[in-house]
């Protein structure tokens, strides 16, 4: 049932459209990093870890076109700037580029670093799901899923994986203003992986933990900072301070490659500003994509190396040492 | 500039229809309770106070009919249970046509209650206004202006008396997710009005809030409790979070009308549940039109009779005896 937005066939990217979804499964074939970088732009692909796994692609399409990677890397960086993951697969090609030399390693690079996702959520989704009590109902934020990984999913993963194990009676699905990711794309792969799940306003998730009837909160990652401050879709911030009053724990599951040992806090971390025409077509809008939650916020971070708990700054050195 | 969403003329309620707004000013005429209940069940009017002037107007209209007035204040309470400026309209026109007799006295009651709300809206205004300092930039949710009220306005009375007295810079305005009454009626009022500013989604208050960008958040209520917790629009509970763990006031404002000695607190209150196809044409949803927000989170209470704060048990004994 994982949903696959991205596949890599004769010398092209193709990445499923999640704008459409879940009304139509269109498929935009992309032959130039140019084309991907676009998809990433616009959205067709989001979530920052497939953000990273089609950044890698792009390189290697690159590469076979003989383009310069230096500013093909450049191009990439600037589509979307909060998400970390997109710059450390840049890296991670450039790097590679400059000590192997022979084309079509590239290529070979992006499919290792798509495995690998898909391996990275699997191994933190079960961490995660080890926390889950029987007849649990849990409450998710944005899509940190399949769709927004190429693997497995994260916080979707989490959900996932205790549904599997009979932990999970209930997932509440925030819709995800003002692009409604929670609302069409989460609530399709709950749907697809047979999970009991009812999607509310965002503004309605306070009233449902206030009346008891959420357990825990799982959300995905854009970057986490050397600190364990989080950025993420905007909107989880309050979620956490909703968490913390109701004493009910807020986990946060990523894969390493999140985290961003370079950034010091979560005040240090760029916030993209989208179109103001996606919140409002009838006034001057302010349209923040992502918010920060501070650590102190935070119960645990899933990731396949470990749980991670406060003190977040040494447990981030552990496992990044950056 | 002040919009005017109810008239009477020619033996007819005009409602403007709110829905519409703001791309079309549209008034549906009704000649009959049954029509002004159709009215208030489908939203075209909205707001706990202007519920209220139209179910008066609606008595009217059955009294001139000849109809039942038991009858036909039972239909207009069952229309939306949360507010109770509905059923205290009714039982004032209940209790007038039980004294009084003569026919047509109910068109004069209602044409009182309707300058009465006015004149209420006016004094709750100044006096949340002179709580404002130069320069304020505020936060509401939801819409509590005159199209709420069918008078000055409540919580966006208090803006308007607040950037007359030149105290406010700019307010931000929650979309108000799932019908858009932030984005469609209070952004278009603000506008009328000349105030700066800028609309948001719902789940971005938190991160302005926590950057710093609001000084004061101001909510009109549907219904407060005899302990002063207060039901309003849903995600109006997450606001008063979030303005307490910042330390700015959160504000409610709100007619004596809203205040119901009768129920003791908010677990009392009855929380409407609407179409779930408001929230998701996609999925299953969950869709509570209200929460409620504990007594101990609201900063003061602007009504007619005067500012009311804590202990509010008592301050509600004072302006409210039930």
Redesign the interface.
């Known amino acids: 049932v994982t949903a696959r937005p991205l596949r890599f066939e004769d010398e092209a990217l193709l990445v499923l459209d999640q704008r459409a979804l ?1 009304g139509r499964e269109t498929w935009i074939r992309c032959h130039s990093a140019a084309e991907v970088a676009d998809c990433i732009r616009e959205m067709a692909v989001r979530g920052a870890p497939a953000i990273g796994v089609a950044a890698a692609y792009a390189m290697a399409l690159a590469e076979l076109r003989g383009e310069d990677l230096e500013r093909t890397g450049t191009l990439l960086r600037a589509t979307r700037p909060t998400a970390v993951n997109l710059a450390w697969a840049v890296e991670r090609a450039q790097a590679a580029a400059a000590s192997a030399g022979d084309t079509g390693s590239l290529l070979e690079l992006a499919r290792e670093l798509h495995r690998e996702q898909d391996e990275a959520d699997r191994r933190l989704s079960a961490l995660g799901a080890a926390r889950f009590k029987a007849g649990d109902r849990a409450l998710t934020h944005c899509n940190a899923g399949a769709l927004a990984t190429a693997g497995y999913g994260t916080a979707c993963g989490v959900l996932r994986s205790a549904w599997e194990q009979g932990l999970l009676a209930q997932v ?7 692009l409604l990711q929670g ?2 794309l989460t ?2 792969e709950l ?1 697809r992986a047979g999970i009991p ?11 449902l933990i ?1 009346r008891g009837a959420v357990d825990r909160v799982v959300v995905g990652a854009d970057r986490i900072a050397a600190n364990g401050d989080v950025a993420n879709k ?2 989880t ?2 979620l956490a ?2 968490a913390a ?1 109701h004493e009910i724990p807020f986990y946060v599951a990523a894969p390493i490659s999140t985290i961003d040992p370079a950034t010091p806090d979560g005040g240090s971390i760029p ?1 993209e500003e989208r179109d ?1 025409a996606e ?2 077509e ?7 994509a992502f ?2 939650t501070p650590a102190e916020l935070v119960t645990a971070i899933f990731t396949e190396a470990g749980v991670l708990e406060a003190p977040y700054d040494e447990a981030i050195r552990r496992v990044a040492p950056g």
């Not at 009838?282 to 923040?288: D, E, K, Y």
């Open positions: 879940p509440w699905v925030d819709e995800t203003r003002p609302a069409r609530a399709w749907e799940h009812r999607v509310v306003a965002d503004s309605a998730a306070g009233s206030a905007i909107g911030y309050p301070v909703l009053r916030i103001p919140v409002s009838h006034g001057r809008a302010f349209n923040p918010d920060v």
